[in-house]
């Protein structure tokens, strides 16, 4: 996990919630739509970046919610 943000991730035990770099996680959660709902309001809260990674561990998803460099136009 070399990207900054909150990781989706899964683990042994359901899904969990971890900062980037951290081998700790915020919190584990048995679905994926639990730890997606928790990661995405910590994300929002230091206007970071939101990463869903699938069964294979692969990023699926991505969100931001901080300071966008490509932010969309109207």
Not at 2 to 20: E, I, L, N, T, Y
Not at 44 to 56: A, F, P, S
């Amino acid at each position: 996990m070399s990207k900054k943000g909150q990781h989706v991730v899964p683990d042994a035990r359901g899904w969990s919630v971890k900062k980037a770099g951290s081998s700790k996680a915020s919190g584990t959660y048995t679905t994926q739509t639990a730890a997606i709902e928790a990661a995405t309001k910590i994300a929002r809260t230091q206007r970071t970046e939101l990463y869903v990674h699938g069964k294979d561990g692969r990023i699926r998803e991505r969100n931001s919610y901080g300071k966008d460099p490509h932010p969309p136009k109207g």
